[in-house]
């Protein structure tokens, strides 16, 4: 039985994003289960994305609606109890403190490499690709290795620290490319053990290690798609052991998200389904971590590459559910299209940006060289 009430107070809600229940466009919601008002209402954008799981309601175009959503700012109007629960946590807990760092690896990046081997480019790249010359996700990928490579000037037999390196595609890049001897860190198992794969034969070292554990001093440090697992109580921490371990005439760059407002958490729903504990940075909160510990050479946003590169992993994953659908189900499909395609839109709609900051610890002795 539908409650007229509570449809009308949501149709009332969405339509100052222009988005109709039952319409007609690819952007607007078909419902398909009318407790779908109440669970919006009472859980917010935890429940509004859960039902999309359960298959409540469908749309013909996710990444559209999300754009509609996130442009409207009508989040504000959905504050539910759960959104009350995650601001105490993050105000009274150090979620990605060391005993807490290795949750996200065990829960994202551990949840099967085929899955990711399928969506990813050759070099599993999992972070934004550099669109600007490329005409497909292989190009974007290594168009956006090959920037951050001139970006860090680097040059033969210089020590590099990956900090993320992920399935060790950038530490191969740098050490087949640039002569560079590498090491990757992650908190990822399932990661670590590919990564060494992939680097095999190289001057590549891999290791499971939490960044505020290393000892090592570096020529260059890198840090792609990481520091949204740092959490805005450690950003301070995590500036001041990048300058500890960089050589004094070193450089680091940050490859990070980042939003436009400062934030103390992130979605209920991002942080329950996709990544626990994680949190995107605003301008603000980094510049202000690492004051006192590095001079800015460099800061460029090219936050909608972000945009297509979702699309294509959504496409990639798509293309790939026939033999994946062996080992996942049809909830973790929409699951998974929900967090691709709702990704997507935020950057559409400006509200995430992608940056490619470049640091130095005492300023360089001439003015800095920026690739493009």
């Known amino acids: 039985m539908v409650n007229t009430h509570l449809r009308k107070h949501v149709e009332t809600i969405l339509g100052h994003a222009d988005i109709v229940l039952d319409g007609k466009r690819p952007w607007d919601i078909r419902v398909k289960n009318n407790h779908l008002f109440q669970r919006v209402l009472a859980k917010g954008s935890l429940g509004f994305g859960e039902a999309y799981m359960d298959g409540w309601w469908d749309t013909e175009s996710l990444d559209q609606l999300a754009t509609q959503l996130i442009k409207s700012h009508i989040d504000k109007q959905f504050k539910s109890a759960v959104v009350l629960v995650d601001s105490l946590k993050a105000k009274f807990l150090n979620c990605q403190s060391p005993n807490r760092a290795f949750q996200v690896g065990v829960d994202h990046y551990d949840i099967g490499n085929d899955l990711y081997k399928s969506m990813l480019d050759s070099r599993m790249i999992y972070s934004c690709g550099y669109w600007k010359n490329a005409q497909n996700l292989e190009e974007a990928q290594l168009a956006k290795l090959d920037l951050t490579c001139r970006k860090l000037h680097l040059k033969e037999g210089q020590k590099v620290l990956d900090v993320g390196c992920g399935?060790?595609?950038?530490?191969?890049?740098?050490?087949?490319?640039?002569?560079?001897?590498?090491?990757?860190?992650?908190?990822?198992?399932?990661?670590?053990?590919?990564?060494?794969?992939?680097?095999?034969?190289?001057p590549v070292e891999i290791r499971v290690q939490d960044y505020r554990k290393i000892q090592d001093r570096f020529d260059r440090i890198v840090s792609i798609g990481m520091f949204e697992h740092v959490g805005y109580k450690n950003y301070r921490t995590y500036f001041k052991k990048i300058n500890e371990l960089l050589e004094d005439d070193g450089l680091f760059l940050l490859h990070t998200i980042g939003g436009n407002t400062p934030a103390k958490r992130t979605d209920p729903w991002i942080e329950r389904y996709i990544f626990p504990?994680?949190?995107?940075?605003?301008?603000?909160?980094?510049?202000?971590?690492?004051?006192g510990h590095f001079v800015l050479e460099d800061w460029h946003n090219f936050g909608l590459d972000y945009d297509k590169t979702l699309?294509?992993?959504?496409?990639?994953?798509?293309?790939?559910?026939?033999?994946?659908?062996?080992?996942?189900?049809?909830?973790?499909?929409?699951?998974?299209?929900?967090?691709?395609?709702?990704?997507?839109?935020?950057?559409?709609?400006?509200?995430?940006?992608?940056?490619?900051?470049?640091?130095?610890?005492?300023?360089?002795?001439?003015?800095?060289?920026?690739?493009?």
């Open 167 to 202: 399935w060790g595609g950038t530490a191969r890049y740098m050490a087949e490319n640039y002569g560079v001897k590498v090491v990757g860190i992650t908190i990822s198992k399932e990661q670590a053990k590919l990564a060494e794969e992939n680097c095999r034969n190289l």
């Open 277 to 291: 504990n994680g949190m995107i940075p605003s301008s603000q909160q980094i510049s202000s971590a690492f004051e």
């Open 311 to 372: 699309m294509k992993w959504h496409e990639n994953f798509e293309n790939a559910w026939p033999e994946l659908r062996q080992r996942y189900d049809e909830r973790f499909r929409r699951m998974w299209n929900y967090y691709l395609l709702a990704s997507a839109g935020s950057f559409r709609a400006r509200e995430n940006q992608l940056w490619q900051i470049v640091l130095s610890k005492e300023g360089l002795s001439e003015n800095y060289d920026c690739p493009r």
